[in-house]
Nanobody, 121 residues
Framework: QVQLVESGGGLVRAGGSLRLSCAAS????????MGWYRQAPGMQRELVAV???????NYANSVKGRFTISRDNAKNTVYLQMNSLEPEDTAVYYC???????????????WGQGTQVTVSS
């Protein structure tokens, strides 16, 4: 089992910044990718940003230029630096880790509990 612990959510004014953290622990053999998704009320969960084991990153068009995803491989931790926040960024943000728990076991997707980000106008 892989456990993800998220932190960093909160309430911020438009134009402000927040930094989300997600630390993975447990029986981790390897991590293929780490990312962040978000889900606003009444909306489907959407990909915000992802970083692969090789360091490649991808972002949703709505956050390009404002959000930065990074990782600390030694700590199995992924971060999301969110700048110039907008009310439209308000959502529950979920950490995602695609990982293997053994050499002969396929990659599975693990999810954090979610952290609320609220951006006021």
């Amino acid at each position: 089992q892989v456990q993800l612990v998220e932190s960093g959510g909160g309430l911020v004014r438009a134009g402000g910044s927040l930094r989300l953290s997600c630390a993975a622990s447990g029986s981790i053999f390897s991590i293929n990718a780490m990312g962040w998704y978000r889900q606003a009320p009444g909306m489907q969960r959407e990909l915000v940003a992802v970083i692969t084991s090789g360091g490649s990153t991808n972002y949703a068009n709505s956050v390009k230029g404002r959000f930065t995803i990074s990782r600390d491989n030694a700590k199995n931790t992924v971060y999301l630096q969110m700048n110039s926040l907008e009310p439209e960024d308000t959502a529950v943000y979920y950490c995602n880790v695609d990982a293997k728990i053994g050499y002969y076991i396929s990659i599975h997707r693990y999810w954090g509990q979610g952290t609320q980000v609220t951006v006021s106008s």
